[in-house]
């Protein structure tokens, strides 16, 4: 069968269509109960996204080392195995994004949403019962297949039922349900210092409570329910990502994330690892090594939902194609500037923000990745090529954590921060497509070279 591309007739035409009415409003006012409840129903599966992920992150180091016996978290075995931890994570979440995506485009958007946080949530939660470092590793990996099931699924729901010109705004304040769910996660952790690490986790099962609103108050989009009944038995499969003008925009897709994810994964796991080994902590309580990684880790992500609107506003006036080459750019600043020398506690703390703030970037890709892929393969397409940058992420946190010498991180965060401006070159040979996604006047468009 034969699917129709981003570039074919049928896909411009898709492209180009009238939008319903009610999917044309210009204010808050006009917005119907239906795209409102899609909408909090994404932004809530973010938040406890955003909390559920973070909460391994924050304390890997010491969980880890209780689970080994190890007397430091320094210690090379705590390293190496909290890393090959996150990696397995990171790898749960290609597969789920594959995994979920296939079933949202396949059984609906607001089934399968329910379904990812629900997976998640009940996998967080066993994280807190695990009794040996590949226990955990299991426990994190199953989780992860739901986060990043979730993010496919989300945007899709609401790339079909929100306003064109709403879109780079609605990415942001998507986008801003993550940081806000990270923030609990630092909060939880900030609040839990002087206990047990593996009680954080127990927070994690808080998602689950959502499920059955979700199932009772959002139905699925029309747009989707429209797609499925003129395609019946004849829906596209995953391969058609890999024929026709599709494969060349498949594979730009996987680079720019798989580049992009590598580098902001590389500093989220091994930033807080840096800073607890300062020669400068080394006096300090372990409570307070905890508090200070956890009110780093909460200036970064504060910062960041800053950083959404301002990428929000960048897509707005230059289109997504450009605001991302450009926010890339600002993120190998902030990285290159936080670890070329180096650094205090007290000046990281003035270059980390600087990160988060570029991290506004990623939400840029909720609103514009989906709509670059027919209705029956937006899911799977979106999901598929933002997630398998997970693979290439989780190499590359062990990689570059291993390729550092013992207790010192800096040389392998400096060394993360040049895949940027190489995700900058792929991202300018993107198609246009998101000037249209963005709500700005489609210019005529030129057949991609794929």
């Known amino acids: 069968m034969k699917t129709p591309t981003p570039d074919s007739q049928e896909a411009k035409a898709e492209a180009g269509a009238p939008e319903p009415a009610d999917r044309e409003a210009r204010r808050l006012s006009e917005i119907t109960p239906q795209q409102w409840r899609s909408g909090i129903a994404a932004w809530l599966g973010w938040l406890f996204d955003g909390l559920d992920m973070h909460l391994y992150t924050l304390v890997a180091a010491p ?5 080994l016996g190890a007397a430091t978290t320094a210690d090379t075995d705590v390293k190496r195995s909290s890393s090959y931890i996150q990696a397995a994570f990171l790898i749960g979440w290609a597969l789920g994004g594959g995994l979920f995506g296939r079933l949202g485009d396949r059984l609906g958007r607001s089934r399968v949403l329910a379904l990812t946080i629900l997976t998640y949530a009940l996998f967080t939660g066993l994280s807190s019962v695990a009794q040996t470092w590949w226990q955990l590793l299991v426990f994190r990996f199953m989780a992860a297949l739901g986060i990043g099931g979730e993010w496919a699924v989300g945007s899709s729901l609401l ?3 929100w306003p064109r010109r709403w879109r780079p705004w609605i990415a942001a304040v998507l986008q801003t349900g993550v940081n806000i769910g990270v923030l609990l996660a630092c909060l939880t952790v900030f609040l839990m210092a002087d206990r047990n690490p593996r009680y954080v986790f127990l927070v994690g099962i808080l998602p689950a409570l959502i499920v059955f609103w979700i199932r009772r108050a959002v139905p699925e989009p ?8 003129q395609a019946r038995e004849r829906a596209p499969g995953i391969r058609e990502l890999f024929r026709g003008p599709t494969r060349g925009l498949t594979l730009k897709t996987i680079a720019v994330c798989a580049l992009s994810l590598t580098g902001w994964w590389a500093f989220m796991f091994w930033n807080p690892q840096h800073l607890r080994n300062l020669p400068e902590l080394a006096s300090w309580p372990a409570a307070d090594r905890e508090r200070l990684v956890s009110a780093a880790f ?24 450009r605001a991302i080459a450009i926010m890339f750019l600002m993120f190998f600043g902030s ?3 936080s670890y070329g020398v180096a650094r205090s506690h007290v000046g990281l703390l003035f270059w980390l923000p600087w990160v988060g703030f570029s991290s506004g970037v990623f939400g840029l890709f909720t609103m514009y990745l989906p709509p670059l892929f027919p209705t029956l393969l937006r899911t799977t397409g979106a999901g598929f090529c933002f997630n398998i940058g997970r693979v290439a992420a989780a190499f590359g946190t062990v990689f ?6 013992v207790g010192d991180f800096r040389r392998a ?17 993107m198609p246009e497509a998101g000037r249209e996604a963005a709500g700005r006047r489609p210019a005529p468009r030129k057949p991609d070279a794929g």
Request: glycine share 10%; proline share 2%; aromatic share 22%.
């Open 63 to 67: 969980y880890v080392a209780q689970l």
């Open 413 to 429: 965060l400096w060394y993360a921060s040049f895949l940027f401006p190489a995700a900058m070159l792929v991202a300018l040979r």
């Open 159 to 161: 790339a079909e039922t």
């Open 222 to 229: 029309e747009e989707w329910e429209q797609a499925r009944r």
């Open 298 to 321: 909460f200036l970064v992500i504060a910062v960041s939902m800053a950083g959404n609107f301002f990428g929000g506003a960048l897509a707005k006036w230059l289109g997504y194609r």
């Open 335 to 337: 990285i290159f500037g």
């Open 400 to 405: 570059f954590g291993l390729f550092s010498q």
